[in-house]
């Protein structure tokens, strides 16, 4: 039943690209909407019956390859559904809109959907490495030096960080006979000596790191995420889509090894630090798509920061984290490719007056920022509001208010494009119209942001089954301080931002190929003694 | 015990992984940074091919198993696949690697991105 929503993207991909040579876009969307209805249909089924169990080639359970589909699973399926339809529309009217586009497109939505629901391992990585493929084809579509330079470090920085990840599998299969995830959870107490799980373990969370881009591993993101040619699609589809399987694979990943090893204390740092230097970094850019890909890192720590606290609360509100920051980060990288194409630039100081010219893409960004930095009303603030649950400890709750006060002040530097004079030039303003299908989509997912932000229990009742009350008393405190965050951040932006020296100096700070490749040895090498200075 | 038993495919697998990774390190030549990929992977394969391997056990293939020792088929499976894969994403990357090096004649990692990749 669950194998459908893999097999018939890639059916419809080899239909489009080997039988049709007319216009194939009618076809592909029409796939699309009717791969989000079985997908709805199947979420509508794990809310009502529970999880759905799907044992390939009819083997038992522990010896067949699984697709699992609870309802974490079932969730991200579906937003990757939904989304994957979204950008599809958006991209309707691109002129990059081939069939070669498409197939990679199809390509790529089966392999992450199968990357939610697959519970083997070795199957993970084959998903994992063949996606990383298609990525780094689409990140090069239009094959001009910087994209084809991209292109290539994305493949090679993942397509290693991949070897790893086999490695440690190869270390469980020897010590379990094993490769599904829940059969080794069920048997994982019985190891003998725990130490023996540590090399597993550090070679598998290398991985998921880097695709997540924890602090040190973070260097290739801004690279794949900012190339100039790329069509505004794929970055939307890399923040929203493809960052969340990493997340996803993080929470699979250490709740089987949870009764053995709990690192949460190193995770716990690892997410701030992150935080931390990707608002700094992404304060620091002039170019939007950076800034935005600065900002995606900044954003997962903190949902990192969400998981390691060890509470209920706070686990689920990361949770609903990446569910928000997949909506508000595809608006805004919908929104830059639709100000890239009316203003010809992407440059951060050069485009002002979008208020004006482009209203329907204004209140897109404004919805997008006002939900990223957890505007009260909006998605984020439920999520942010749940994560800050997680501990009691002042300096915890400190951390968290700089987080979002570094949110607030990329978010400003975003938000100074709004108004102003108009610098769009006469001729370009001529040559496209003021509303087109991309501006409508960009403002449906910025409507989206709002709508999960005031529903917001009742969708973490509705997706997840978690009940949280929100205390109305503390909701208003919240928003007041977010207001005071608001005004501080203000104060910054005039004072230091606007005046690019320091922060742009910083924001130019990168890893080199080599220099990426050893870090990811030395994070490797440090979880794993890390590790055994514990044990 | 003879010294050499020390040398067993799963030492050998884990050795021949960490010296692509040293490769992977330093070497700035992009063809080198394929090679040592290779290498790397090559470990990766030598190690679960080795896995739980007992000496005197025959493949389970095309004879009677009762009574024998059998080599658990499942590594061997997994690795035909992950070399495919492997192939693959080896022949794409010397795909990029060609159309970068005809077009524009670089051959070498740059040191940051606004370079983009520099020639000596």
């Known amino acids: 039943m669950l ?59 522990g010896f067949a390859i699984t697709l699992y589909a609870d309802r974490i699973s079932m969730v991200l399926v579906w937003l990757t559904t939904l989304l994957f339809l979204g950008l599809l529309l958006y991209a309707y009217t691109g002129d990059y809109f081939s069939s070669q586009f498409g197939f990679l497109y199809l390509t790529l939505q089966s392999l992450i959907i199968g990357l939610f629901l697959s519970t083997d391992l070795f199957n993970i990585y084959v998903l994992l490495e063949v996606s990383t493929v298609v990525v780094a084809i689409l990140i090069m579509l239009m094959k001009d030096k910087q994209a084809v330079y991209d292109g290539m470090i994305f493949l090679f920085v993942s397509v290693i960080s991949s ?128 800034l935005l890909a600065y900002s995606t890192i900044s954003q997962v720590g903190l949902i990192i920061v969400g998981f390691s606290f060890g509470s209920e609360a706070s686990y689920w509100g990361s949770m609903y984290h ?25 440059n951060i100081h050069s485009i002002r007056g979008v208020m004006k010219t482009l209203p329907v893409t204004g209140f ?22 749940m994560i800050s649950y997680g501990s009691d400890s002042p300096y915890i709750q400190l951390l968290l208010n700089l987080i979002n006060l570094g949110t607030l002040v990329y978010s400003m530097k975003f938000a100074a494009m709004l108004f102003g004079r108009n610098t769009m030039t006469d001729e370009l303003k001529e040559k496209n119209t003021v ?57 910054i932006y005039r004072g230091w931002v606007r005046g690019r020296d320091l922060f742009s100096k910083i924001g130019y700070i990168e890893l080199s190929f080599n220099s990426m490749i050893t870090a990811q040895v030395i994070f490797f090498m440090g979880l794993v003694g890390y590790m055994y200075w514990l044990a | 015990m003879k010294p050499l038993d020390f040398i067993t495919g799963e030492i050998v697998g884990i050795l021949l992984f960490f010296i692509g990774l040293y490769g992977l390190m330093t070497k700035k030549t992009i063809v080198k940074t394929i090679m040592s990929m290779s290498i790397m992977e090559s470990g990766i394969f030598l190690f679960y091919i080795t896995i739980n391997y007992t000496s005197g056990s025959v493949p389970p293939i095309g004879q009677d198993l009762s009574g024998v020792n059998y080599v658990d088929p499942v590594p061997s499976a997994l690795m035909i696949t992950a070399i495919v894969i492997g192939i693959g994403v080896t022949a794409i990357g010397l795909t990029m690697f060609m159309h970068y090096k005809q077009k524009h004649g670089i051959t070498h990692w740059s040191r940051n991105r606004n370079q983009t990749g520099s020639e000596h």
């Open chain 1, 3 to 61: 194998y459908w929503l893999i097999i018939i993207p890639i059916i419809i991909a080899v239909i489009n690209i080997g039988f049709i040579h007319r216009d194939s876009r009618n076809l592909i969307v029409g796939s699309q909407i009717g791969v989000t209805g079985y997908a709805s249909y199947l979420f509508y089924l794990v809310r009502q019956e529970g999880t759905i169990i799907d044992n390939m080639a009819g083997y038992p359970r």
């Open chain 1, 322 to 346: 990446m569910f928000a920051h997949s909506l508000f980060k595809t608006v805004l990288f919908l929104s830059v490719g639709v100000l890239t194409h009316h203003y010809g630039t992407r």
């Open chain 1, 163 to 290: 070897g790893f990840w086999l490695f440690g599998v190869g270390f469980l299969y020897r010590t379990f006979g094993y490769l599904d995830l829940h059969a080794i959870e069920e048997i994982i107490t019985e190891v003998e000596d725990p130490r023996s799980l540590i090399l597993p373990f550090a070679f598998m969370m290398t991985t998921i790191s880097l695709k997540i881009a924890l602090f040190p591993l973070s260097s290739w993101l801004p690279k794949a995420y900012g190339t100039p040619s790329a069509p505004p699609v794929i970055p939307a589809i890399l923040s929203g889509v493809y960052e969340t399987t990493g997340l996803y694979l993080f929470v699979r990943v250490s709740f089987m090894f949870a009764q053995v090893i709990e690192l949460n204390a190193f995770f716990l740092v690892i997410g701030f630090v992150t935080s931390i230097v990707g608002f700094v970094l992404a304060v620091g850019q002039n170019d939007l798509r950076l």
């Open chain 1, 435 to 491: 509303h087109d299908l991309p501006q409508w989509i960009a403002f449906a997912f910025g409507a989206l942001t709002l709508a999960s932000g005031i529903f917001g229990n009742f969708l973490l009742e509705f997706l997840y089954g978690y009940d949280f009350a929100i205390l109305p008393g503390e909701y208003l405190e919240k928003s007041f301080i977010y207001l005071l965050l608001m005004l501080a951040a203000f104060a």
């Open chain 1, 364 to 385: 897109a960004i404004i919805f997008g920022l006002l939900g990223i930095t957890g505007a009260p009303l909006f998605n984020g603030s439920i999520s942010k509001y």
